[in-house]
């Protein structure tokens, strides 16, 4: 192979490399799903719509799964006072993995008025994977406690998933199954738990990313390859 061919050939395969390390970066999708909520209160049943949507960003191992309410769900007949109403959730796993995930959040940073619809904090927990493959995330029974009381809400329309991440267990497999424990979302801004009020972004943009820069490098080192072959050759010319 002549000289020019070669250093060709080297750009070339380096620039692939780092086009195949993004190709494989993992997928993630995230649904804004309607969920109609039974509600079990100390007065009553109650029923409410509420859009949920959820987001998943990688941290160690696992994945910090937040689960947001677009709409408030149930109502109390007397005021919530600041800090009165305490929520938690579980998350239905599926596909690659089964069970449930615990996501906790803070206590209502403001009064909720009496009689008016109870919006939910953003609840958070830590997934991390048993299994590899596609996992899906679907919202599960809400519970609020307030004022010594305990309503329970839960889904009763059968909603599909708000989220599914395609994950890698440690050790590259695992049997499934088992609940998992969410660490609760400290009190504070009260939407999403250590964002400062704005949701994280899903975890496999931040893989990719990642990844993206490993491509980068392996093109770098391919590009000081064909420098230091061309400097050899003007050399070997002299």
Request: proline fraction near 6%; aromatic fraction near 2%; charged fraction near 15%.
């Amino acid at each position: 192979m002549s000289y020019r061919k070669r250093t060709a050939a080297l750009a070339s395969a380096a620039a692939l490399a780092g086009s195949a390390v993004l190709m494989a970066a993992p997928a993630a999708h995230a649904e804004v799903v309607d969920v109609d909520y039974r509600c079990k209160t100390p007065i009553g049943d109650k029923s409410a719509v509420s859009p949920i949507d959820m987001k998943g960003v990688k941290s160690g191992s696992g994945y910090r799964i937040t689960m947001s309410w677009q709409k408030g769900v149930s109502s109390s007949p007397v005021e919530l006072g600041k800090g009165a109403m305490n929520p938690s959730a579980t998350i239905e796993l599926g596909g690659a993995d089964s069970g449930t995930l615990a996501v906790t959040g803070p206590a209502n940073q403001a009064a909720i008025p009496a009689n008016t619809p109870i919006k939910i904090s953003d609840l958070s927990g830590t997934y991390t994977p048993k299994k590899t493959g596609k996992v899906t995330f679907t919202a599960g029974v809400l519970t609020i406690k307030a004022l010594g009381t305990t309503t329970t809400c839960t889904p009763s329309n059968n909603p599909g998933p708000s989220l599914t991440l395609d994950v890698t267990a440690a050790g590259g497999g695992g049997s499934s199954g088992g609940t998992q424990s969410g660490g609760g979302a400290q009190s504070g801004a009260g939407t999403g738990a250590d964002t400062g009020g704005s949701l994280p972004q899903t975890g496999p943009e931040d893989s990719a990313i990642a990844l993206g820069t490993l491509g980068g490098t392996v093109l770098l080192t391919g590009a000081a390859g064909v420098l230091w072959l061309t400097r050899r050759h003007q050399t070997a010319r002299r």
